[in-house]
Structures are given as structure tokens and as C-alpha cells.
């Protein structure tokens, strides 16, 4: 896969949790940005209305991910999908249980492979939706420090559609982080086998937009060299 193809799948975020989500949304204005991912894990519904005013301001078209929060309604999702096409919902397993089990747009969300009170127990829970949101620091975490849930993940990711991905930072320690303090925290990705990499690949970031479009082009290149090496 060429370079220019993977960059098309790596998307900025504007994020909630940690992140300056008002900075951001003026970054994305400042960089002409028409498609990016949106984390709204912190943006409770006051917020919220805030955020989808100053998007409508930034001029953006297209928001091809969002991760959902608990206290969203159905009515939320509907004027994602319609004002800016959103394709891929993503949410933790219990939110999704308690919240989104009856929504129209199910086939489209994709759990997360989370830890603690948010993992996947039953993996059956992933028949009701579109498949598994493969968290790539998450995998590495889990890989390094949790073996059980670790091969839960990739259970998970062999037999059910990978929709989605978030994509943090993986500190020198093995544990993930929502800020990237130098390019190395991303060289675990050329570790991870290309089949478990989807259309989407979102920067869960709370790194400053400008970094974030630094970061994805560093990984639309070592993927890129990763992906095409002949053995």
C-alpha cells in the first residue's frame, strides 16, 4: 500500500479527555481541515452544543468518526450522520449495553477494546453491531503488561469486523497515553500486523492539531515501509 493511500486513512481528532477541544477546533479552521475524527468521552450535553457550533463555524464537512459518550441520544446520532456523514460510532461495551443496544444506527458502532469496567466480557456482544473498534495502544498495553486480555483483543479482531481504530501513545513502559511526548511513543505500530489496521484510523490525541498532522504523516511512512517489505 502506497504512502499517499495510508495518510488518507489517518485521521486528527479534536478530543474531549485531556485535550484543548476549543484550540483545537481553531486549528482545524487555521489548517483548512474538512474531515476530521471527533472523542466527545468528556463533552457532557452543554458542551456538546458548543462544540457542534464552533465545527459549523470551522466549516468542517466531515466528521467519519465519533466516539460516543453515555448521555447521547438517538437524536445526536441522527444529526451526525446527516450534517456531517458520519460512518463509524465507537463506544466502550458497557455504555453501549446500557444506552445504544436499541439505536437504528448499531451497525454501525464498534466497541472498543478496552480495559477495566469498559472491557469486552462476551465477545458475542459484538453479533449486535458492526464489529470491534481495535484500539492500537490499547493492544499494545495489553500485550505487554495483560496476556488475558491481549488474546481477547485479538480473538476479537480475528473473527468479527474491525471497523475502526484509535490510535494513542505507547510510553517507554508499555502503557498507553493520550499524548505522544516524542515519535518513538508510535513505533509500536510497525509491531502490529497490517489485517488489524481499518479504513479509519483515528489519533486519539490530546496533542495540539499541528503535532497531530506531524504524527500522521510519521506514520503514514513507517506503516508504509512496514506494509511493503518483501521477506
Request: charged content about 25%.
Amino acid at each position: 500500500m502506497k504512502e499517499s493511500e495510508i495518510l488518507k486513512r489517518i485521521y486528527p481528532s479534536v478530543v474531549t479527555f485531556v485535550g484543548d477541544w476549543q484550540e483545537m477546533i481553531k486549528d482545524v479552521a487555521k489548517f483548512k481541515l474538512t474531515e476530521i475524527s471527533l472523542f466527545l468521552t468528556d463533552a457532557g450535553i452543554t458542551e456538546r452544543k458548543k462544540i457542534y457550533q464552533a465545527l459549523k463555524e470551522a466549516r468542517i464537512k466531515k466528521i467519519s468518526h465519533v466516539h460516543l459518550r453515555h448521555d447521547m441520544r438517538e437524536s445526536e446520532l441522527d444529526f451526525l450522520v446527516s450534517q456531517y456523514k458520519t460512518k463509524a460510532f465507537t463506544a466502550h461495551c458497557r455504555y453501549y449495553l446500557r444506552y445504544f443496544k436499541t439505536s437504528k444506527h448499531q451497525k454501525n458502532i464498534f466497541i472498543e477494546n478496552n480495559n477495566g469496567q469498559s472491557k469486552i466480557k462476551d465477545l458475542s456482544v459484538l453479533k449486535q453491531v458492526g464489529g470491534v473498534c481495535i484500539d492500537l495502544a490499547h493492544l499494545e498495553h495489553f500485550r505487554r503488561h495483560s496476556p488475558k486480555d491481549y488474546n481477547l483483543s485479538l480473538e476479537a479482531a480475528e473473527n468479527y469486523f474491525i471497523g475502526c481504530n484509535h490510535l494513542s501513545a505507547v510510553l517507554a513502559n508499555g502503557k498507553s497515553w493520550h499524548r505522544v511526548k516524542k515519535l518513538s511513543d508510535l513505533d509500536y505500530v510497525k509491531n502490529i500486523p497490517q489485517k488489524y489496521f481499518s479504513q479509519y484510523i483515528n489519533l486519539e490525541l490530546a496533542n495540539p492539531i499541528s503535532q497531530q498532522l506531524e504524527f500522521r504523516n510519521y506514520l503514514a511512512e513507517i506503516l508504509a515501509k512496514q506494509w511493503n517489505k518483501r521477506y
